[in-house]
């Protein structure tokens, strides 16, 4: 049984572990060693995830199977210009448990926390080479634009930008 819940700074150690878990799974064979090494220096260091909490106000999120961790999303308000577009930030599961509902669970909880407040549209960006793209479209995301964004150290990520309007595909 999935069970989600909302974590702040006390859990990093349950974020970093699973993202050193899942991204080598799903990047090595779409991104260099290098390049996969560097994003999670990165992205999940202390330092970095400690910011997306306290300062750039990313909600983290875990998902939990038969109690043991297996997933986590991030989420947040796009800017304050725009206040009705929110955006998926992170959403990983570990492999195994890949394809038994997690990802949708987590997608689902977000959407009920992000609508009281107002939400009209969730935006993501995935690589243009994963397959979770087709994970997205499933949920009723489309395309609607391409990104390559400029990471440092010569890196590139090359993404898609996916939105869909809300509440989209889920009957909340």
Do not use: C
């Amino acid at each position: 049984m999935i069970s989600i819940k909302k974590i702040g700074e006390e859990s990093l150690s349950i974020i970093q572990s699973l993202s050193y878990k899942v991204w080598p799974e799903t990047y090595n064979k779409i991104l260099t060693e290098g390049q996969v090494n560097y994003m999670l220096e990165k992205m999940y260091s202390e330092s970095a995830l400690s910011e997306q909490i306290l300062i750039k106000k990313h909600q983290f999120i875990l998902a939990f199977d038969d109690q043991a961790p297996a997933g986590f999303a991030s989420y947040g308000q796009k800017s304050k210009q725009n206040p009705l577009v929110y955006r998926l930030h992170k959403l990983y599961i570990l492999p195994g448990l890949q394809g038994k509902g997690a990802g949708k669970k987590l997608i689902k909880f977000i959407i009920e926390d992000i609508l009281p407040a107002g939400a009209e549209t969730l935006e993501l960006n995935v690589n243009r080479n994963n397959k979770a793209k087709d994970f997205y479209e499933n949920l009723g995301f489309s395309i609607s634009r391409e990104e390559k964004i400029d990471i440092g150290q010569g890196y590139f990520m090359d993404d898609y930008v996916m939105e869909t309007t809300l509440p989209g595909k889920f009957i909340l």
